[in-house]
Nanobody, 126 residues
Framework: QVQLVESGGGLVQAGGSLRLSCAASGRTFSAYDMAWFRQAPGKEREFVAAITWSGGNTYYADSVKGRFTISRDNAKNTVYLYLQMNSLKPEDTAVYYC?????????????????WGQGTQVTVSS
């Protein structure tokens, strides 16, 4: 059974930090590229950050570059994906989703990701 389970969301003041986690199991996710997307109310789901299957390459949306860091731990049966979020802003408020895709396809397009978590809410107060 494929499962991607996010955790770590919550309410934080502007300028604060949060660390999101995603536990992925049920597939050989160590061979999948993974990413974080987010969706604010009334907006499209947007790309935040991605990491290749080996962890060798990372990509960020311009809006989070320098503030967020994506990382992963390819453990034996469960892959852990992380998003360290620093210097948070009210515009970072959204539901954050982890996702996984086959390696090689374009990392910014949500349509290339076959597996998704249920999301975790991040709220940044001003």
């Amino acid at each position: 059974q494929v499962q991607l389970v996010e955790s770590g969301g919550g309410l934080v003041q502007a300028g604060g930090s949060l660390r999101l986690s995603c536990a992925a199991s049920g597939r050989t996710f160590s061979a999948y590229d993974m990413a974080w997307f987010r969706q604010a109310p009334g907006k499209e789901r947007e790309f935040v950050a991605a990491i290749t299957w080996s962890g060798g390459n990372t990509y960020y949306a311009d809006s989070v570059k320098g503030r967020f860091t994506i990382s992963r731990d390819n453990a034996k049966n469960t892959v852990y994906l992380y998003l360290q979020m620093n210097s948070l802003k009210p515009e970072d408020t959204a539901v954050y989703y982890c996702a996984a895709k086959d390696s090689g396809s374009y990392y910014r397009s949500r349509y290339n990701y076959a597996y998704w978590g249920q999301g975790t809410q991040v709220t940044v107060s001003s």
